[in-house]
């Protein structure tokens, strides 16, 4: 099964920042790459799919890029509402997989 | 509005059998691919099983493998769950969700989640 890496598993920001998240898969996925964001106590809200692109409402601040096997999210600039775990999910091939996530906490 | 309700959770001895219900409203049913996915309780997520809009292609963890069945009825805009020889490693909130479209396998829309507690 195709493994995803997430990296940090943790980071500790300030709104306004810039933020970075990283998901490596053991193998090529394509752009076969999804992102979601999952606040306490909410199911997950997809952000991007196909690796770049922007689901429907999801704020022009996130970003998505990459392809093969390295793979980025970005926030331009950290709103409060933004601070959640984010996971990266790939549709390359069954089973579906996802990465360990990163927490993006308040410093 | 897109609405996913999941039902039918609960406490389960090691080898016992539930059975989870999600039902739609809000979108035609028929015409999506859905899927379910689980999370440990303060564990990360982890896609369980896949059935495409006709019912006709579904599949699976290995690790539920001969003992979770995904079903769909159209007619009652309904996606089913039956999960049999459960396990305490099968404890977690199930999550009923819808595919982005019938070629794009991104999780739009989710449900609340149902609770699934496997234990003795």
Do not use: H
């Amino acid at each position: 099964e195709i493994v995803l890496t997430q990296s940090p598993a943790t980071l500790s920001l300030s709104p306004g920042e810039r933020v970075t998240l990283s998901c490596r898969a053991s193998q090529s996925v394509g752009n076969f790459l999804t992102w979601f964001q999952q606040k306490p106590g909410q199911a997950p809200r997809l952000l991007i799919y196909d690796a770049s692109y922007r689901a429907t409402g999801i704020p022009a601040r996130f970003s998505g890029s990459g392809s093969g096997t390295d793979f980025t999210l970005t926030i331009s600039s950290l709103e409060p509402e933004d601070f959640a775990v984010y996971y990266c999910q790939q549709r390359s091939d069954w089973p579906l997989t996802f990465g360990g996530g990163t927490k993006v906490d308040i410093k | 509005e897109v609405q996913l309700v999941e039902s039918g959770g609960g406490l389960v001895k090691p080898g016992g059998s539930l059975r989870l219900s999600c039902a739609a409203s809000g979108f035609t049913f028929s015409t999506y691919n859905m899927n379910w996915v689980r999370q440990a309780p303060g564990k990360g997520l982890e896609w369980v099983s896949f059935i495409n809009d006709g019912g006709n292609f579904i599949t699976y963890r290995e690790s539920v493998k001969g003992r979770f069945t995904i079903s769909r009825d159209n007619t009652k805009n309904s996606l089913y769950l039956q999960m049999n020889s459960l396990r305490a490693d099968d404890t977690a909130l199930y999550y009923c969700a819808r595919d982005l479209s019938t070629v794009t396998r991104a999780f739009d829309f989710w449900g609340q989640g149902t609770l699934v507690t496997v234990s003795s």
